[in-house]
């Protein structure tokens, strides 16, 4: 058993990036894995053999996969759902126009082979995550197969959002990943307190005129 961790690190500094690269991220993540399974959204585009909302285990070549969910809950139970993307095959969620900053899936079995390309929405950078990614070795020590599970949850910390996002598996299969969820990046807690204040400043600077 891998001991609970979570650590949260500033992909700017992590990520083999373009030195241009126009945005930053935080990556949170964690194998204190969600014991409910949530059906994927399906892909707005996919390449190659994209395995969306299955079930189960599968050894057949050359599109073998290993479901998130085992040693979690029964990988044969129906609501046990995760979408496997293939060798060399694609699968991307176009987000732009939703000022979706917040993405949130199971990545199973984080590999070497396992890319995860995110761009950022206004004509941003893409950057590249990789499985192997140092921000992922807290709770995987060393890059290579057969790792389990990890929750991964990533921010844009621009406020910008992202345009699109994309799983890949290069070379070998699968890039597995179950529970995808997307959402705004939540306001900061000050900030409803800063309108209100600029709300109220406004208001008697109306009344010192009128008087």
Not at 92 to 115: C, E, H, K, Q, R
Not at 158 to 169: E, L, N, P, Q
């Amino acid at each position: 058993m891998f001991k609970t961790l979570k650590t949260t690190l500033v992909a700017a500094g992590m990520l083999a990036a373009s030195a241009s690269l126009a945005f930053a991220v935080t990556i949170t993540q964690s194998n204190v894995i969600p014991t409910t399974p949530v059906a994927n959204p399906l892909a707005d585009s996919t390449t190659g053999f994209v395995a969306e909302n299955v079930v189960g285990n599968s050894t057949a070549f050359p599109n073998q996969r290993l479901s998130p969910w085992t040693g979690i809950i029964n990988v044969d139970d129906p609501s046990a759902l995760y979408t496997a993307v293939s060798r060399d095959a694609t699968a991307t969620y176009s987000l732009a126009g939703n000022s979706m900053g917040v993405v949130s899936f199971i990545w199973g079995s984080p590999d070497t082979y396992n890319d995860l390309e995110i761009t950022l929405s206004g004509g941003g950078a893409t950057t590249v995550i990789n499985g192997a990614d140092p921000a992922l070795q807290p709770i995987f020590p060393s890059p290579g197969l057969g790792r389990g599970a990890v929750l991964v949850t990533i921010t844009d910390t621009t406020g910008a959002g992202f345009d699109s996002i994309t799983f890949k598996s290069v070379g070998l299969p699968a890039f597995e990943f179950a529970n995808l969820t997307m959402a705004a990046v939540p306001l900061p807690a000050s900030l409803p307190l800063l309108f209100a204040g600029l709300g109220g400043i406004a208001f008697m600077r109306s009344r010192r005129k009128k008087s």
